[in-house]
């Protein structure tokens, strides 16, 4: 009788033993769900999203391979940003920008890092942008750097250290060591 009790409460204690070492291995998994400061509210992989203005018109479209939000900051950081900014007027797609990575900040000031390109798709005198570094305020439209850039229009490309414009007005001043080569171009009369 003596082996039996102690065989029963042996399985008792493994039992028990067991239960709470699965109950200990739960409680890790969810402390891993619990959002810590600092950590993004949400992340999506393969996302898109348009951006209309009060008027219902297309304001830009972004997509990223991925993307992360911060409620706190209202900053999103984007990896692989593509975005598309829309003429005001009649709300086709003038302008395509990419970079390596990307982030919109509360006020809608779009910092993009590495490898940075901006290119008209329509006719237009400014053709391309590339560069390091560059903020975009997709309100605006305004452009600004400190950094290297190159310029390419239709008959001249420049490039130079820091620059400000704006791409609704199609005009982009260089700030310092300018160097710009013009090139005769042959203009359509119709």
């Known amino acids: 009788m003596n082996i039996r009790l102690n065989i029963i409460l042996f399985i008792i204690v493994v039992l028990l033993g067991g239960w709470y070492f699965y109950q200990q291995q739960d409680s890790n998994h969810l402390e891993s769900l619990i959002k810590r400061e600092g950590q ?17 018109k297309a304001q830009y479209f972004a997509e990223a391979d991925e993307i992360k939000n911060y409620e706190a900051t209202g900053k999103v950081e984007l990896i692989n940003p593509l975005l598309s900014l829309f003429n005001d ?51 605006t439209q305004d452009i600004f750097t400190q950094k290297h850039i190159f310029v390419k229009g239709i008959g001249f490309s420049s490039e130079g250290i820091g620059l400000q414009g704006n791409l609704k007005q199609q005009s982009a001043q260089l700030k310092s060591n300018v160097k710009t080569l013009i090139e005769p171009t042959k203009l359509d009369k119709k």
């Open 89 to 139: 007027v009649n709300s086709l797609k003038e302008w395509q920008i990419t970079s390596l990575q990307a982030e919109i900040s509360k006020d809608k000031i779009l910092h993009l890092i590495g490898n940075v390109k901006i290119e008209s798709l329509g006719e237009t005198q400014l053709q391309s942008i590339e560069t390091d570094e560059l903020s975009v305020n997709l309100n």
């Open 40 to 56: 993004p509210e949400y992340v999506g992989d393969k996302v898109t999203t348009s951006v209309y203005d009060t008027n219902g």
